[in-house]
């Protein structure tokens, strides 16, 4: 049985109580909508995987809904692994019923803000961590060319509490070979 066929019944039932309507059915993506919120979920078949995307409506992109959201927003142990389509389904039945979800479906604006905010950290903390990362490699190169002057100018502005502590040490040994030169 496909995706589609497999959940769109306990879903659509549970999802109507809280005057959701089906926007839209493919092969393995459903949308609901009601007056204030987008629901997308999708599978996929080839990594077995589900997602599911929350949006104010009319919104531009949506918020995916994954466990450490469940956890910290929806105060829920609940995890979504890569298991069977049928489990994707009791998860989300289990998601459904959840108070604080219920809330967000009744139009708890409290919680969806909740949810933007944490959204909005978690995407902070990606980038920065990106832009360590991205910092770290031009570091590195600049060690590994032994061009020691930019690799200080660069570490200068990256805080070492950032850094593993090799470039601490690295950036002292750069300071007595710039001395030495």
Known sequence: MKFIEKIIEPIESLLSKYNFFLKEKRK?????????????ISYNEFEISLYIFIS???????????????????KSDLVLKNKSLESYIDYLVNLMQNDLFKQL?????????????????????????LILRQNINNVDR???????????????????????ASYKLKYNIALKKIKIN
């Open 28 to 40: 393995n993506f459903i949308e609901f909508e009601s007056d204030f919120l987008s629901l997308s």
């Open 56 to 74: 104010r409506i009319n919104s531009i992109y949506g918020i995916e809904i994954d466990n450490e959201l469940v956890k910290v927003i929806f």
């Open 105 to 129: 479906l009744l139009n708890d604006l409290p919680i969806l803000e909740n949810i933007e905010v944490f959204n909005k950290e978690r995407s902070k903390i990606y980038t920065n961590n």
């Open 142 to 164: 600049l060690w590994n060319s032994g061009n020691y002057k930019f690799f200080i100018d660069e570490i200068d502005k990256i805080s070492f509490n950032n850094l593993p």
